[in-house]
């Protein structure tokens, strides 16, 4: 009998079928576009996605028909919800954590609360990105549709509802409401009073792992699904993905390789958030009991895809003519050696400590000698110094990292994976599923089912690890005096970049 993990992306979704010993049996992937009606808004057809959603769905139960799907799970991006009735029909779009719309509402908001006054119960420091603004933007702008709404449910909870539960959300992902008390873990009176929302328009917040219905007997005719497949809690993306990949408790980290790359250690113990904040550091529940993490993190994926289709978007055309991986053969470009190109990632805003979302990117350092590849490692490079410098500062917070777990797309580049651990100067191991995501959600939902007693023994039947990195002696020492540089140059060009960001 196996088990179906949903991933649920920005731009695409995806569902997989796993075995309860970590095989995976099937997969399918869909793609949708971000929607932007008017400038600075960014939000997601609903409607469309749902279908997508299905699509998946459909398309993995056909291929399980011999080994058929008894529980499933979602993971999905934070922070986005969806307007829904009483009987389960979908009322408008998502808006996404990027859509410029709440921003107004910030300062009303600043005044109400410190930063430290709501960290203290949220763990996060104000920003337009948490859905708190979002609603407060709808109910001022979009009555009608506010008051339509029964639930206002994020997409891990959107999907099960909509499958047949009741609605309920994971601790992780109700955290990226802003309106979720980590201590009590339960929506805030002091939170839901600032928006002068009723929390009863939100799912009911539940550990990650719990069963919370059934697959409704119309749906799971529609998708093919066995009658009765349970409806498990999955996590924020992130949370899931650090399930996937193993890592649950304190020394080891996630380090996602997509979009953005994003490291995500695990701690234990709430910190103080005079030492969280200066540092950017969120706190947030983990999938896993009893256990918190934060997330480190820059456009380092977007980065490649912008080299790639900036510098070779030939080849990118003609590899995938041809089914073969473009990033494989550009990586394959790179000198063994750390590059003589100094790349700056501030060509979207960053993650900790500074968010920095008002500067530009840099490449400096080009010669008429300069190769390709040369520019290639230089933004890898880049990206990797940023964590590296946000790295360093965990410690001091309370956080210490041994090593390194890879997935996503970009884990699947040895030489990749090896630039990190060489610059990070730690241990990287790699799993042998890096759709760490979708398997998360599967692990999460065989705890809810019962095929396994806790999220560890999941991970043990489901996680392996298939290669270890060891970083280099000489080349972490030849990256440590790039790294150095990579400091200066922004001390440098900060100020610069900033005013040509405002041209």
């Given at each position: 009998m196996?088990?179906?993990?949903?991933?649920?992306?920005?731009?695409?979704?995806?569902?997989?079928?796993?075995?309860?010993?970590?095989?995976?049996l099937?997969?399918?992937?869909?793609?949708?576009?971000?929607?932007?009606?008017?400038?600075g808004?960014?939000?997601?057809?609903?409607?469309e996605?749902?279908?997508?959603?299905?699509?998946?769905?459909?398309?993995?139960?056909?291929?399980?028909?011999?080994?058929?799907?008894?529980?499933?799970?979602?993971?999905?991006?934070?922070?986005?919800?969806a307007?829904?009735?009483?009987?389960?029909?979908?009322?408008?779009?998502?808006?996404?954590?990027?859509?410029?719309?709440?921003?107004?509402?910030?300062?009303?908001?600043?005044?109400?609360?410190?930063?430290?006054?709501?960290?203290r119960?949220n763990?996060?420091?104000l920003?337009?990105h948490?859905?708190?603004?979002?609603?407060?933007?709808?109910?001022?702008?979009?009555?009608?549709?506010?008051?339509?709404?029964?639930?206002?449910?994020?997409?891990?909870?959107?999907v099960?509802?909509?499958?047949?539960?009741?609605?309920?959300?994971?601790?992780?992902?109700?955290n990226?409401?802003?309106?979720?008390?980590?201590?009590?873990?339960?929506?805030?009176?002091?939170?839901?009073?600032?928006?002068?929302i009723?929390?009863?328009?939100?799912p009911?917040?539940?550990?990650?792992?719990?069963?919370?219905g059934?697959?409704?007997?119309?749906?799971?005719?529609?998708?093919?699904?066995?009658?009765?497949?349970?409806?498990v809690?999955?996590?924020?993306?992130?949370c899931?993905?650090?399930?996937?990949s193993?890592?649950?408790?304190?020394?080891?980290?996630?380090?996602?390789?997509?979009?953005?790359?994003c490291?995500?250690?695990?701690?234990?113990?709430?910190?103080?958030?005079?030492?969280?904040?200066?540092?950017?550091?969120?706190?947030e529940?983990?999938?896993?009991?009893?256990?918190?993490?934060?997330?480190?993190?820059?456009?380092?994926?977007?980065?490649?895809?912008?080299?790639?289709?900036?510098?070779?978007?030939?080849?990118?055309?003609?590899?995938?003519?041809?089914?073969?991986?473009?990033?494989?053969?550009?990586?394959?470009?790179m000198?063994?050696e750390?590059?003589?190109?100094?790349?700056?990632?501030?060509?979207?805003?960053?993650?900790?400590?500074?968010?920095?979302?008002?500067?530009?990117?840099?490449?400096?350092?080009?010669?008429?000698?300069?190769?390709?590849?040369?520019i290639?490692?230089?933004?890898?490079?880049?990206?990797?110094?940023?964590?590296?410098?946000?790295?360093?500062?965990?410690?001091?917070?309370?956080?210490?990292?041994?090593?390194?777990?890879?997935?996503?797309?970009?884990?699947?580049?040895?030489?990749?994976?090896?630039?990190?651990?060489?610059?990070?100067?730690?241990?990287?191991?790699?799993?042998?599923?890096?759709?760490?995501?979708?398997?998360?959600?599967?692990?999460?939902?065989?705890?809810?089912?019962?095929?396994f007693?806790?999220?560890?023994?999941?991970?043990d039947?489901?996680?392996?690890?298939?290669?270890?990195?060891?970083?280099?002696?000489?080349?972490?020492?030849?990256?440590t005096?790039?790294?150095?540089?990579?400091?200066?140059?922004?001390?440098?060009?900060?100020?610069?970049l900033?005013?040509?960001?405002?041209?």
């Open positions: 196996s088990l179906l993990g949903i991933d649920i992306g920005t731009t695409g979704c995806k569902a997989v079928a796993f075995g309860q010993q970590g095989s995976l099937a997969e399918a992937y869909r793609e949708y576009d971000v929607q932007r009606p008017e400038p808004w960014a939000e997601l057809d609903t409607q996605v749902w279908a997508k959603v299905r699509a998946c769905i459909r398309a993995v139960a056909d291929q399980t028909a011999d080994d058929p799907i008894t529980a499933l799970a979602a993971s999905s991006l934070g922070e986005a919800l307007p829904v009735d009483a009987d389960r029909r979908i009322l408008g779009p998502s808006l996404l954590n990027f859509d410029i719309r709440g921003q107004d509402y910030l300062p009303e908001l600043a005044a109400a609360i410190s930063d430290q006054a709501l960290y119960i763990g996060n420091a920003g337009n948490f859905s708190l603004p979002k609603l407060l933007w709808i109910q001022h702008n979009q009555p009608d549709l506010w008051s339509q709404a029964r639930y206002w449910l994020p997409w891990g909870s959107l099960g509802y909509l499958l047949g539960a009741e609605p309920a959300v994971d601790y992780s992902l109700a990226r409401t802003l309106l979720f008390d980590l201590a009590s873990r339960d929506w805030s009176p002091e939170l839901l009073a600032l928006g002068g009723d929390g009863a328009v939100l009911r917040p539940v550990p990650a792992g719990t069963r919370v059934r697959v409704s007997p119309r749906r799971a005719a529609e998708l093919g699904l066995q009658p009765g497949v349970a409806i809690t999955g996590a924020h993306d992130q899931a993905n650090a399930v996937g193993g890592v649950l408790d304190e020394g080891s980290a996630m380090y996602g390789m997509g979009t953005y790359i490291i995500v250690p695990v701690f234990r113990q709430p910190q103080d958030p005079a030492v969280m904040l200066p540092r950017g550091l969120n706190t529940h983990h999938a896993a009991p009893d256990r918190l993490v934060s997330f480190l993190y820059n456009h380092g994926g977007s980065l490649f895809k912008w080299y790639r289709d900036t510098f070779a978007p030939i080849e990118r055309d003609r590899a995938k003519a041809a089914g073969r991986d473009i990033y494989t053969e550009l990586i394959a470009e000198p063994v750390p590059s003589s190109v100094m790349s700056l990632p501030y060509f979207a805003p960053t993650g900790p400590p500074e968010f920095i979302a008002d500067a530009s990117g840099a490449i400096a350092g080009l010669r008429l000698e300069t190769t390709r590849g040369d290639l490692k230089g933004i890898l490079e880049g990206a990797t110094y940023y964590l590296r410098e946000c790295v360093e500062g965990l410690p001091a917070a309370g956080m210490q990292i041994d090593r390194f777990r890879a997935v996503g797309g970009g884990s699947k580049s040895d030489a990749w994976v090896q630039l990190s651990a060489d610059i990070l100067g730690l241990p990287f191991e790699k799993p042998r599923i890096t759709e760490a995501g979708a398997l998360g959600a599967a692990i999460l939902a065989g705890v809810g089912s019962g095929a007693a806790s999220i560890q023994e999941g991970v039947a489901m996680v392996a690890v298939e290669r270890s990195y060891e970083p280099s002696r000489s080349a972490h020492a030849a990256y005096e790039r790294y150095h540089r990579y400091t200066e140059l922004w001390s440098l060009l900060g100020g610069y900033r005013r040509l960001h405002q041209a």
